[in-house]
Every structure is written in structure tokens, then in C-alpha cells.
């Protein structure tokens, strides 16, 4: 199964919904392509939720660390929600985790945006 | 101890993305055939991607002329993948450590770094005549 995202809009945060496969190709191209769209829209309060993604490569962790340094430096906000134990595990390896600013609850994650 | 060599998977494959899954799924299905758990079938799948996706990109550069080849034995208590590509070749030493300050916000570089975490050991050589070969070794589980 490649990705599949669905945006949603929670008060002033957009949620993007991320399930499968982020890897090189197809999966972290739709990534890019969405976090591009939202910040073409103006939207600077971004949270990807995770917690359906069963699968990330270098490559997709390129893509997030892409996305967050890209939305930070249009002056908005990227926090990551719902990591599965892989990916949590994969980003303390890359010492990314400490990066991200990670929610496990998303009405925790939207609070924390204001 | 037996160190009779078994030979898994002799493959060649074309320089494409689709070859990434296809190797993956491959070598999958060896690791789980000589006893490898979920948890280190992951980390064995994930090495080969990485590996495969720098053969058919960086190494053969999509060249559909090319191939990589992929090998995959046990000997003994060692399970080792080769994967061999025909590109230009790259010194290991050239590739910046991705935990550096400096390289921790970069897009990419993290590749050999991850075969290196969820590998046992990691080789990475210039090819005779051409290319890269690069050698994964995970030692198998015991028998419980």
C-alpha cells in the first residue's frame, strides 16, 4: 500500500491525516505535494498525524525534516502526532526525535498550537 | 558449526524503483525462511531498501541499461546480502555522518547510516570492474 493523506481543518490548525508507506517516489513526493499546498494556502499550523504510517525510508524522513525546516521558515509551526513504535523508534536513531515536537493525544497537539 | 554456504537469492534487476519493492519483498521472504523475527525482518527490509534505492539512483542512476545484483547466502551463523550496481562508484569515507549538527536538518544522507543501525556489519567497496558493492551481514538468531 503507497500513502495516502487527507487534510482536515481543526479550528486553525490543519491536520493531515498520513496512512502506508512514505518512501522514496510516490509516497514522499504526495507528502511534499501536500505540505506545499498548505503553505501556498497560507496554512502555518501543520500537524501530521502518523499514526496509520507503517512504513518510512530515509527518503520520507527527508521529507518531514523538509517540511518542518520549510514551514519554520515561512514562520509556521510542524508537529508530528502519533508515531508507531517503528517510526518513534527510527527517529530517536536519526536523533530527530527531540526535533519534532511530538504529541501522542491530538486535542493535546491542537492546544498546543495557540 | 556448519559454514556450508546456501545460496538464498541470486538476482538480477533492472534500475528501477519497482525493483526496490521487489528486491525488498525477496529478501524478506529469506530472512523470515532462516528465522529472523518481525521486528528484524524490518530492519533487514528497510537495510535493502536503502541499499537498493542508492544502487538504482545514485549508483546506476536509473540507467535501464544497468543492472543491480543482489545475492543473498547464509554460511554458518551469518546471513549476508550483496548488492552490486554499476555506477561510477563512492569512497565510504566521503559520506558526512547525518548526527552531526551541521547534517541534521539535511534532506538526505541517512541511508548507509540506517544499514549501519540495523545491520551487524556493513562493507562498502568499489566493484571490479565498475560500480559499488555493498555487503549486509545480520547474524541469524539461535534455534530456540
Redesign the interface.
Known amino acids: 500500500m503507497s500513502v495516502k493523506l487527507n487534510t482536515r481543518q481543526v479550528g486553525d490548525v490543519s491536520v493531515v491525516d498520513v496512512s502506508g508507506r512514505i518512501?522514496?517516489?510516490e509516497g514522499s513526493s504526495a507528502l511534499r505535494d501536500s505540505l506545499r499546498d498548505l503553505m501556498a494556502q497560507n496554512n502555518k499550523k501543520i500537524l501530521l498525524n502518523l499514526s496509520e504510517v507503517s512504513?518510512i525510508?530515509?527518503?520520507g524522513?527527508?521529507?518531514l525534516?523538509?517540511g518542518?525546516?520549510t514551514v519554520a521558515n515561512s514562520g509556521g509551526t510542524l508537529k508530528l502526532l502519533g508515531l508507531t513504535k517503528?517510526v518513534k523508534d527510527?527517529l530517536q536513531?536519526?536523533?530527530?526525535y527531540t526535533?519534532f515536537d511530538v504529541h501522542e493525544d491530538e486535542a493535546h497537539a491542537i492546544r498546543s498550537f495557540a | 558449526m556448519d559454514t556450508t554456504s546456501q545460496t538464498l537469492l541470486d538476482q538480477d534487476y533492472p534500475s528501477t524503483l519497482e525493483s526496490v519493492d521487489e528486491a525488498e519483498a525477496a529478501i524478506l521472504q529469506a530472512a523470515a525462511s532462516v528465522g529472523f523475527d518481525e521486528d528484524e525482518q524490518h530492519r533487514i527490509g528497510m537495510s535493502v531498501r536503502e541499499c537498493m534505492v542508492n544502487a538504482v539512483v545514485h549508483g546506476n542512476r536509473y540507467n535501464r541499461n544497468k543492472i543491480v545484483h543482489v545475492g543473498v547466502s547464509r554460511a554458518g551463523e551469518q546471513f549476508t546480502i550483496r548488492v552490486v550496481d554499476q555506477g561510477e562508484g563512492f569512497e565510504f569515507v566521503e559520506v558526512p555522518n547525518p548526527l552531526e549538527e551541521d547534517n541534521l536538518l539535511k534532506h538526505s544522507g541517512r541511508g548507509l547510516f540506517l544499514m549501519g543501525a540495523f545491520m551487524d556489519d556493513v562493507k562498502v567497496r568499489k566493484a571490479t570492474p565498475e560500480g559499488t558493492e555493498v555487503t549486509l551481514v545480520k547474524n541469524v538468531p539461535p534455534l530456540q
Request: proline share 0%; net charge neutral.
Open positions: 518512501t522514496l517516489g512504513y525510508d530515509s527518503s524522513i527527508g521529507e525534516v523538509s518542518f525546516t517503528r527510527l536513531i536519526t536523533k530527530l526535533v
